[in-house]
């Protein structure tokens, strides 16, 4: 276990749903960051906090939403997805900012249909 | 426009030789690189750290090389086990950019 837990593992969702996917670090970090991984691709950054403000928004479609209500959690908020948002989200903290190794949690593995 | 390249076919080897991946990119001036190891349907795992200003890092069977004038890195694990078979992924930090960037990675493919 690398210190960071994401909940839950696996989630399929309809494309009309709201749900919210969690992260969770006990790490003492402050940085985390949430990642969107899809097959055969690089790992593409979505979101940053560091000391719990966003820094960091990738040209995210608005249906992603990020909240960071303390140093240790972060949640992204998903509603009305597409289909071609399946895919494995990965939350990751760090020490600081984007200069340190990131640790990250076993992700979330999202079907929307 | 700036790419950071790995191999993207497999890599397959036979157990107790030395895998070489190959991590390449361009128009980046990375303060340092990371690999990384990820196991499929789970998260990565941070390896190594390599600064611009070092040649060579090593850990147990790992090594990696960080040549900025060829802009690439290599990273080798030597007496290479089954228990080895992966996906590698090395990731820059750009300060241009301030954050770090990912490749799409290198599976590995160890063979007993």
């Known amino acids: 276990e690398t210190g960071v837990t994401q909940t839950p593992r696996h989630l399929v969702m309809g494309m009309t749903n709201k749900k919210s996917l969690k992260c969770e670090q006990h790490?003492?970090?402050?940085?985390m960051y949430w990642y969107k991984q899809s097959a055969k691709k690089p790992l593409e950054l979505m979101f940053v906090?560091?000391?719990?403000?966003?820094?960091e928004n990738n040209s995210v479609p608005s249906r992603f939403s990020p909240e960071c209500p303390n140093s240790s959690h972060l949640f992204l908020h998903l509603h009305t997805l597409q289909p071609e948002d399946s895919a494995l989200y990965l939350c990751?903290?760090?020490?600081?900012?984007?200069?340190?190794?990131?640790?990250f949690g076993q992700g979330t593995r999202l079907t929307v249909v | 426009s700036q790419k950071i390249e790995q191999n993207s076919e497999a890599l397959n080897i036979q157990e107790g030789k030395t895998a070489t991946l190959t991590c390449n990119y361009t128009?980046?001036?990375?303060?340092?690189l990371q690999w990384y190891r990820q196991d499929p349907g789970r998260g990565p795992v941070f390896l190594l750290l390599?600064?611009?200003?070092?040649k060579e890092k090593r850990k147990e069977r790992l090594k990696v090389t960080f040549d900025t004038t060829l802009k690439q890195s290599l990273f080798h694990i030597t007496a290479s086990q089954p228990a080895d078979s992966a996906t590698y992924l090395c990731?820059?930090?750009?300060?241009?950019?301030?954050?770090?960037?990912f490749g799409a990675g290198t599976r590995l493919a160890v063979h007993p």
């Open positions: 990731a820059l930090f750009s300060g241009g950019y301030n954050k770090l960037i």
């Open positions: 790490l003492g970090h402050n940085a």
């Open positions: 906090y560091s000391l719990e403000e966003r820094v």
């Open positions: 390599i600064r611009e200003n070092e």
């Open positions: 128009n980046y001036s990375p303060a340092y």
């Open positions: 990751a903290s760090s020490q600081d900012y984007a200069n340190t190794e990131a640790f």
